[in-house]
């Protein structure tokens, strides 16, 4: 079965720099959470769309910003780097048909920012 | 707001030995429950769900009861192997009247190793 993709796997920026992460969720999902995980810490939410529109907004720092598209993959963009911005960050998917009682991850984009 | 506890410290148990990892929330509306695994290097894994109270969530051997009166909801394994070593998280979905798209809130996570 198809699942939840994430380009890149890893990225390495210099503080001030800039980073797009994409996320391609499962055909037929509607609705794209993002999430981000410092080390040793538990995901943390961020931002989430249903069907391209800003469904609902957490502790997301004004530098970065995101969108979902037509076909419904979504990027990050992240902005002005700092270096408590390294960390995992997951996106994950769901339906409306599946009442968002579960949520399926992608194997996130690991950003180390130097 | 909605918030999730989950027995602090890692656990360390040796193989076939019962597992439990507590976890209880506090939620404003009526909160579907999960258990997710994430092993080394790894995204996370849905383990298992339960949307209503007394439902029992149950996948790969590892059952959870969804407790409304206690507010818990926790794991339990009755024989661990080797290969359950991971993190486990307990998380928390509220749509809280069809006003929230179903974001997680999750506890710390425990991390599990088992030992031959």
């Known amino acids: 079965a198809a699942g939840v993709i994430q380009s890149p796997r890893h990225l390495i920026k210099e503080k001030r720099e800039t980073a797009t992460l994409k996320c391609y969720p499962i055909p037929r999902h509607d609705t794209v959470y993002w999430y981000q995980q410092g080390p040793g810490q538990d995901p943390q939410f961020l931002i989430s769309?249903?069907?391209?529109?800003?469904?609902d907004k957490g502790s997301i720092p004004d530098r970065f910003s995101a969108q979902q598209f037509s076909d419904y993959h979504s990027e990050l963009n992240m902005s002005s780097l700092e270096l408590g911005d390294s960390a995992l960050y997951f996106c994950a998917s769901s339906s409306l048909a599946g009442g968002y009682y579960e949520q399926y991850f992608g194997p996130g984009t690991r950003l180390t920012v130097t | 707001g909605n918030s999730v506890t989950q027995m602090e410290g890692p656990v360390t148990l040796s193989e076939e030995a019962f597992l439990t990892i507590n976890c209880t929330y506090t939620?404003?509306?009526?909160?579907?429950l999960f258990w997710y695994v994430q092993y080394p290097g790894e995204g996370l894994q849905l383990l298992l769900k339960?949307?209503?109270?007394?439902d029992k969530g149950s996948n790969k051997g590892f059952e959870a009861t969804y407790r409304k009166e206690t507010t818990s909801f926790h794991l339990e394994k009755g024989s661990v192997q080797v290969s359950d070593s991971a993190v486990y998280f307990c998380a928390l979905s509220d749509l809280a009247g069809g006003t929230s798209y179903g974001k997680l809130t999750f506890g710390q996570g425990t991390i599990l190793t088992v030992h031959p």
């Open positions: 339960a949307t209503k109270a007394d």
């Open positions: 939620a404003t509306g009526y909160p579907s």
């Open positions: 769309f249903y069907e391209k529109m800003q469904s």
